[in-house]
């Protein structure tokens, strides 16, 4: 588990102006990593401080800033990064810290170096921050799967596993791409009109975006070894924000026996920057707390660290912008809000499941949480749940379904072409200053056409 | 669709006599791909010749043989050559039959060049013949998603999709080994005793091979633009031999409702040929003649090609030899035999079907088939099938449930620590040299004790 140090001092200011700034995501308290690339310099690792990106890669080409790895660095290697033991991530981060400290001077009065090694955030195209070996979606919202099962299932929404598993798949990691890429909707095939007909083919009718949060991999393991609960935390490496894009109909239809394949493996978008376990530190929070009827965690899956602090208090939101929404002025609307705190399981549960097996883990490995939803409707974390199964055709018996109005008089079920939708994610505590995520954005552009699609 | 030519006439020999043995799976009408490692030269990529491998990448180094990626080739990138044209693909698979045929002298007669450009098979450590950037496993025998279907849902074994959809779902990636390496039984959370109950913890009792045929992606999709049913051909590099090795307990406990988890990803072994669909043109069948009681394939995945020669006539055998068997001597058994043409779904159509929502492949990614299992008895692939749910504590009534038995005296329901697990396959036709696929082979050892286990 991460401890609170220097680094996290409130009083901390940097000479980077735009990092002082009150409502900054990125405060030198923060110091999350990406990747980008630039016409001049090619691929980047950076770290985000303010409205600017500092250009780490150079700063260890130019003895700014050293690591074990500098070769690696210097070529914008971020898996190499990732792998390096905790002990000197935590000495890479109060070097970085102390660069871009108002009273560090290195930089600071070095007007040439300063110009190369600050880059504007808009000014740079982020590329994702890692190759990610092997991309796992879990579904550790108890909220989420309680509401999704319900409707997949109405006769038995949580099956009996759930409450011991951190259940998850494996996802595609071919298809994740990063914030502000546009999203085609997908084609597929839909489910029959009637049972026993034969499905249809063309656009998802039912496109939904699901409000996730990633953890990445750091240092991994061997094959065969499982990772001990105690010794899990040692083994992330931070987070970001995903959309786990979902064609409800095409998943409906496909998902039985197997789970979710082509519904999910069109698009999932990652928020360019990962915020380390170091920068939430001051963040962790309890476990969530299980009704006292619930079984408690099997022993392997239990440990002191995590009774206490297993959790990130984490708020997030979705906003959401149609075309016509950007046409005449008007800004994104707020859909819903929740708390990485509210997950059944936490982050080293779920590692410590996934190699439990002794399935191995490499450094750049990303574990999506699953749609984080919270008790309340406000807190549904997808379309589906926040219009209850929006325009299927088996409405469940007695519950509402109520589509969402936009401001300009439109209404939305499910997302319709041209509509982006936009996450955020902030960590606030007294006494810290709060520390964001950035963003992660997409926009749905519409199918292609049937000449192009495989038919 | 590959077309048969002069580099698999009967009549070709080479100068390395092991070629010309009738019981070879290697003649010069096979050439399949590998990569290994030697202490002197480091990594290399390979091509299969009678008891030898010939090193293409000291081939391609010295001169003997030419691409357009020589540089990627030196450096034992195999994932660059399965991405390059079917054009160039043929010219080097002609280069390379050329090079190793009875009257070339090149080699042949080169004693100096000859001793470095050829190795022998056993005196080589083998690795995973590409990186493989996604691993997705298929469902595609009707016959063993019949009879699994019928032990995990008596009352309703064959979804309503399955004559639709290819179905299949994303697999782990990190946890594919090479032949020859040794599996060990995973430890996870094993099924409640009775409904309601809490799970179990410990190693795996119920372990579990699957014969199942591998294919290589070459040449890729960008994201968003799917793969035509009449194109997908000239996107598959190669075949391959995978045991998806299967914890029929963990399976059961964990697999509702996103599918196997934990219950694969410990392992699979692939064989570490790349058998190339050039060499596979002579073998290739109809596709599976449905009954006619089915539904045709939707017009996405129906193209005159897969109709007339969508198949591949690859018979498959299992072997399995215990511990106590290599003791006492005796060889391995064979537990069943089937064969690849009766997939319900050909690898076009998987393929196809997989990049239909616009799911972008790269070269290397692999698609494995799932369990290969015929129409009889003698054919299932895997154990559960072969026992008929073996040791379960609920049997399906009026079904036998029949234990295998071994030469010792021993009887299997389920695999052993100890027992070895041998695949084999070959392509034989009138008029053509047999081709076959080498061994994709792992033993069982026990699983870690309990102190080393997650708990």
Redesign the interface.
Known sequence: MYETNETHDRGLTSWVESANDSQTDFPIQNLPFCRFRTLISGLGIGVGIGDQILDVSLCVKEGLLRTSIDHAVIHGNMNALMEISVTERAELRASISRLLSENNTALRDNPMARQRALLAQDSVEFVLPCTV??YTDF?ASVFHATNI?SM??PDNPL???YK??P?????????L?VSGHDV?R????LP?AQ??G??G?GPCKLLDYELEVGMYVGRGNR???????NEAEDHLFGLCLVNDWS?RD?QR???????????K???TTLSPWIVTMEALAPFRCPAFQRPSSD?QP???LLCDNTTHSGGVDLNLEVLLQSAKMKETGEGPIKMSSSNLRDLYWTPAQML???????????AG?LFASGTVSGPTRSARGCLMELTWDGELDNPVPGTERTPIQLPTGEQRKFLADGDEVIFRGACSADGFRTIGFGECRGAVVPA?EPA????
């Open positions: 070996g092997d579904y099962g997949f299932r099956l009996p596993n011991y598993i259940i998850g798949y494996h996802g595609r990691g071919s298809s791409i085609r997908p084609v597929g095939q029959p049972d026993g034969a499905p083919f094959l065969g070894e499982p990772i001990p609960i064609a095409l239809w496909e998902y039985q026996p197997l789970g979710p394949f082509l519904a493996s069109f698009a079984p099997l022993p392997y410590t499941h996934h190699s439990s097996n002794g399935c191995n883990m490499s490995d292609l192009h699609q495989t038919t």
